[in-house]
């Protein structure tokens, strides 16, 4: 009785867990719909162009409050943040590194303008701020805020997010429906944390993917951060993952493999691979983006975008689905020299992602993919006819990869290399 009611609950619960996801979903829709070449999300609001993108960058600017709002509870995630080039590096380069004037020159930004909170250079090298007094401002850094968004206002995730009930409850004393409104409150606010992975990949890609032509063809500014990928890169001098344990910088979110509220079963090693193959989609789907904006098919921009898409298909399909789909293959055939193994019957329900072969959800999409690669890879793809094919890859991406998410643990990867920490750290 007991152990069907405990099911009867984990199962309500993971049906919220989807409602969550399409929420969040849902919010961005009429982002997509109305500007097709914006990238979901609003701290990406920041570096989206046009009357829309500005309109955006405002009300996102408008309530951003700082890093220095979260010093006081997140003190090891601060000081470790403090040390990336996030911090200040990111920003210091506008001033001294002398390519940047050359690339503001190129798009006729005057040197004095190149660290203006209206600069291009500023939606990705810092974080805008809008003050209550109207007064705009930009705080020198990659902050807090420009990956988890904008979290102020009445409104604002800031409130919601740290408050388990009446005055002093405790994190384990939260009570369930408590719980549940408050991560409600943080969705609609926007927060992006780490249950929203494929967001958290895609706000790093619109930024270490350059999505603005001119300052790639023109400029001369890289098109993209070598090499960069969403699990590695996490890794490293990004990460802080401290939040359980303030002296520990554990390798992934301690919140997410925490039991309380999610159940037993999440590891490790399952939230690394999946940051592996989210990300690989997240670069997917901001590459097709640009890629349908492309105006000079003969520039290093649309070389670029399209390298990145033919690379980016092959990996999921290489080095991700087939790999599975092989491991698989390989399991059946030892169950079937041993037959006599009844006992398996038992752990069956322990995965939920268990009992599927493959990976249906990437095996559809990378069908769905197919043709526009093969034209990609043959170089016979026509822009001009061929933009709204990239675009509605670009959703079919979007749209797999949240309920990938929503489905997967990442145990269900474990035939996949494990990534691991950079060297240097
Ligand atoms: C008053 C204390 C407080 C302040 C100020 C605060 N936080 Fe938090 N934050 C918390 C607590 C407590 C949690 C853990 C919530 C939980 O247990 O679900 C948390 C969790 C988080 C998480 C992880 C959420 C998750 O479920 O994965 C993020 C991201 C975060 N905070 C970012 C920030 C940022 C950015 C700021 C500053 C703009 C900030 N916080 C300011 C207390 C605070
Ligand atoms: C879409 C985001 C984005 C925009 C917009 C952007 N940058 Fe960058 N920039 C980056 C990233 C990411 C790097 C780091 C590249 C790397 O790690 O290799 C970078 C690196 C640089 C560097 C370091 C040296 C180099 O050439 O790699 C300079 C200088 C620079 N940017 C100047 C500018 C200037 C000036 C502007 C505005 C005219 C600008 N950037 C606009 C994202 C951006
Ligand atoms: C608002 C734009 C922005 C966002 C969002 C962003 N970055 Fe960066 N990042 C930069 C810029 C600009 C630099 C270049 C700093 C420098 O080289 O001085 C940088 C540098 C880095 C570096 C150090 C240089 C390197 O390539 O090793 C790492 C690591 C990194 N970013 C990882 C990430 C990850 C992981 C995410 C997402 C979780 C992310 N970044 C999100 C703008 C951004
Ligand atoms: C470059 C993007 C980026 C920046 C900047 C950033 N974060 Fe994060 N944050 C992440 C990512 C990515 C994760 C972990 C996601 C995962 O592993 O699931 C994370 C996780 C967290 C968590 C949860 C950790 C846990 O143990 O569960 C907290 C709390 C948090 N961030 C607070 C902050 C605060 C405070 C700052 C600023 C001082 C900040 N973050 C700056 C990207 C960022």
Known sequence: MVVAACRLLLAVFSCLAVVFTVSVC???????????????????????????GRKLQE???????????????????YARWKKSKHAAGAFDTLRTDKDARKYAEALGIKAADITA???????????????????????????????????GGAAGW?????????????????TEIHYLERKVKCDKAGQVRSEHLYQLAKTCYSCHIIGDEALVNDGGHKAATQNFEFATK???????????????NAEAA?????????????TTA???RLMFVVGAMADLEVSLRYLAQVKDEDGDFFESMSDRVVDGYELLLEDVLEVVVEADEEDEADEENEEEDEEEDEDEDEDEDEDEEGLPLLAALLEELEEIYTRLDDE???????????????????????????????????ALDEPEVPDDE
């Open 26 to 52: 849902l919010n961005s829709v009429p982002l997509l719909e109305t500007q097709a070449s914006d990238i979901q999300g609003q701290s990406e609001g920041d570096r989206t162009r046009g009357e829309h």
């Open 59 to 77: 009300t996102v600017a408008s309530r951003v409050v700082g890093e220095t709002q979260c010093l006081d509870c997140h003190r090891s995630e």
């Open 117 to 151: 909170p209206n600069s291009l250079c500023v939606q990705c090298h810092a974080t805008r701020q809008t003050l209550e007094s109207g007064e705009a401002r930009v705080l020198p850094a990659v902050s807090c805020e420009a990956c988890h968004s904008a979290s």
């Open 158 to 174: 800031l409130n919601a997010h740290a408050v388990y009930g009446e005055q002093g409850s405790s994190r384990v004393a939260e």
């Open 234 to 248: 996490s890794l490293g001098e990004v990460r802080h993952n401290f939040h359980l344990d303030q002296k520990v």
């Open 254 to 266: 301690t919140l997410w493999v925490d039991p309380l509220w999610n159940g037993k079963g999440r």
């Open 270 to 272: 399952g939230h690394k």
């Open 380 to 414: 016979e793809l026509v822009l001009e006819d061929d933009r709204t094919a990239c675009i509605e890859a670009a959703d079919a991406v979007a749209k797999a990869a949240m309920k990938f998410v929503a489905k997967h643990n990442g145990n269900r990867l474990d």
